[in-house]
């Protein structure tokens, strides 16, 4: 199974009278969305189901992917670990599954998955983490891990 992490891009700060949900990308953000959008696009398979937090700097990011994705109330910014795993129907979902949050969740969700430890590693805003499960032995690596800022 193909889980890839994606962290939304630069989010502008929060304004008064508006929601952390409401929060939208910054110009830069919105290049940082579509660069990595670009990159993930030549190797996504074309069943991978998209689940996106329903915060509003997530869903811009998601759709710069231009493909259809859900949004599930379970990722948003509070969102713990389990939640994650449960939306992604990790480790026995047929299909791959790009989820598009935040921090430090996603980072505590690589952290426990790959080396068993309750840390919150750095994911760069706008970044993915890959990370492919073999069905054979069960065996989790690191697929690619990729920066819109080096792309």
């Known amino acids: ?17 508006e929601t952390d949900l409401d929060r939208d990308l910054t110009t830069k953000g919105t290049r940082q ?4 959008a670009h990159w993930l696009n030549q190797r996504l398979a074309a069943s991978t189901k998209v689940l996106v937090s329903p915060a509003l700097r ?8 231009g493909r259809k994705f859900r949004v599930m109330p379970t990722l948003g910014p509070d969102a713990g670990i389990d939640d994650l795993l449960l939306a992604a129907r990790w480790p026995s ?11 430090p969740t996603l980072g505590l969700l690589a952290a426990h998955l790959l080396a068993q430890v309750d840390q919150p590693w750095a994911i760069k805003k ?22 819109p800022d080096s792309l």
Do not use: C, N, Y
Request: proline residues 2%.
């Open 126 to 147: 706008g970044g993915v983490w890959w990370l492919r499960q073999r069905d054979d032995s069960g065996e989790l690596f690191v697929q690619a891990v990729q920066s």
């Open 1 to 17: 199974m193909d889980l890839i992490l994606w962290r939304h891009a630069e989010a502008e700060a929060e304004r008064e009278g």
């Open 93 to 103: 979902s047929a299909v791959p599954v790009l989820l598009v949050g935040h921090q």
């Open 33 to 36: 969305a579509k660069r990595m």
């Open 58 to 65: 997530t869903r811009s990011t998601a759709q710069a992917l």
